[in-house]
């Protein structure tokens, strides 16, 4: 299964390796550029089963980042997550809550969520946030990212198990 979309420099495709990923953390799966870049400037992402992800580095350019695909989260609609990388045991992205929109209660079983304002402001754990803000939810605490009231919100995302 594959997905293509439009990027600042040309198309793009991503290959899914295997089952398709979790909207937010796939098990086991990371996306990686492909090293063949198509002649028309098309540039290539898979999501592979690579278990030793976390000991390879991943350096994706402001271009590469912007090219990679927008996911709806779930059944969720105005909640976007652009997955920057991911192995077995945690997650790290950027998620956009659109205004008027929010990510219902929910809570992770086992990792923290780590979260960094980028832009916008929503209402985590009964307090407004905004950019530069930090918030960490530790794992079984429940949480909403509320942006009904708010013009929208941009987070820079970690999740990550305790050691």
Same mark, same amino acid.
């Given at each position: 299964?594959?997905? *293509?979309?439009?990027?600042s420099k ?15 953390v ?15 400037? &098309? ?9 030793? @992800? ?12 912007? &090219?990679?695909? *927008?996911?709806?989260?779930?059944? !969720?609609? /105005?909640? &976007? ?7 077995? %045991? ?8 659109? *205004? /008027? ?15 960094? !304002?980028?832009? /916008? ?13 930090? !918030? ?12 009904? @009231?708010?013009?929208?919100? %941009? !987070? ?6 305790? @050691?």
């Open positions: 299964m594959g997905a *293509k979309g439009q990027g040309g198309r793009f495709h991503v290959r899914l390796t295997g089952n398709e990923p979790s909207p937010i796939p098990s086991t799966r990371v996306l990686r550029p492909c090293s063949t870049v198509g002649s028309s400037g &098309e540039h290539q992402y898979m999501i592979t089963n690579e278990r030793s @992800a976390s000991s390879l580095p991943t350096v994706l350019r402001a271009a590469e980042v912007a &090219e990679l695909p *927008k996911t709806r989260l779930g059944s !969720v609609s /105005g909640v &976007e997550n652009q997955l920057l990388w991911a192995d077995e %045991t945690a997650a790290a992205g950027v998620l956009t809550v659109q *205004k /008027g929109h929010r990510l219902g209660a929910h809570t992770h079983r086992q990792n923290h969520h780590h979260l960094w !304002v980028l832009s /916008g402001a929503a209402t985590v754990l009964g307090q407004e946030i905004g950019p530069g803000s930090y !918030v960490h939810v530790p794992s079984g605490v429940e949480h909403v990212i509320d942006a009904t @009231a708010t013009e929208g919100c %941009t !987070v820079y995302y970690l999740y990550i198990q305790p @050691a």
